[in-house]
């Protein structure tokens, strides 16, 4: 028979009909989701790597309530866990929840006791109990409780001590990092739900920063955005957003309190390689133009 021959135009516009505009999780500010071509992927692993005091944590607690946000809203209207290994700020999230129903969203139909209760808490120290947390307790909740997001805090706090530095403990490492990888993925796919993990970073000695658990963990993940400081002190907001010094939202040049910080994208299939600068104020991570 005769071999038909497509125009890609063609085939494009099909594709358009067929598969629309890709569904993502809101970070909660126009910016950083700009930078983000939208927000987080549901699909597979998105690390969050940095220092310490950066806003790792401020970021994933913004993530466990942009979750449940419509989709027309940015979020995956659905709910979250919460696996720590570092302890969970609960006061800070309940802050956050309330400046997100007063000043982001006044006309949504929830409450910051609602937004609270949509977020399961696991605490875990070791690899074994976090395994089993994935393998049993996580997928029922997931299948029952419509959970769209799971975020774990942080991956280098349940494996560095777990392993030391012979090479059988080294292999062992990368099987327990390749098999935890592959389960989380399942899930993510199962259930179109985002996996977020946050890792730590150390400094080598020409001051760059390296995420914790080597390349074996790179290989791992889907998705790499790390935080780290700069060494701007003034910002245009590009956004209103209540300062420290006053209640009501202010837009404009202004000399922030802090110096902003970067989010920087450092490899993902679907995002491109850029950055942006942000705050932490009240609401969380605030993008920036510099």
Same mark, same amino acid.
């Given at each position: 028979g005769r071999v038909k021959i497509q125009l890609v135009s063609e085939l494009f516009q099909r594709d358009k009909k067929i598969k629309p505009d890709p569904i993502r999780l809101s970070l909660g500010c126009p910016v950083l989701d700009s930078t983000l071509d939208g927000g987080i992927s549901p699909s597979g692993i998105t690390e969050i790597c940095g220092e310490a005091g950066v806003?790792? @944590?401020?970021?994933?607690?913004?993530?466990?309530? @942009?979750?449940?946000?419509?989709?027309?809203?940015?979020?995956?209207?659905?709910?979250?866990?919460?696996?720590?290994?570092?302890?969970?700020?609960?006061?800070?999230?309940?802050?956050?929840a309330e400046y997100m129903i007063r000043h982001k969203y006044p006309g949504a139909d929830t409450t910051v006791s609602e937004m609270m209760s949509s977020v399961f808490l696991h605490e875990c120290q070791e690899a074994n109990e976090l395994w089993d947390l994935l393998t049993y307790n996580v997928p029922i909740l997931m299948q029952q409780k419509k959970v769209k997001l799971v975020v774990l805090d942080s991956i280098a706090a349940v494996f560095r001590t777990e392993f030391g530095y012979t090479k059988q403990e080294f292999r062992e490492r990368t099987l327990w990092l390749t098999s935890l990888s592959s389960k989380l993925r399942e899930l993510s796919h199962k259930y179109g739900a985002a996996i977020v993990i946050a890792n730590q970073v150390s400094s080598s000695l020409n001051g760059e920063l390296n995420p914790a658990l080597g390349l074996t963990w790179s290989n791992c993940i889907n998705s790499r955005i790390m935080l780290r400081k700069s060494e701007d002190i003034t910002a245009v907001l590009t956004e209103s957003t209540p300062t420290q010094t006053s209640k009501e939202p202010v837009s404009g040049v202004r000399v922030l309190p802090t110096r902003p910080r970067r989010l920087e994208i450092k490899f993902s299939p679907i995002h491109r390689e850029t950055a942006c600068s942000y705050v932490v104020e009240a609401s969380g991570l605030t993008g920036v133009a510099s």
């Open positions: 806003g790792k @944590t401020q970021l994933l607690l913004r993530l466990l309530l @942009t979750v449940q946000l419509p989709y027309s809203h940015g979020g995956l209207d659905g709910k979250a866990i919460f696996i720590s290994a570092e302890g969970m700020p609960v006061r800070r999230l309940s802050q956050m």
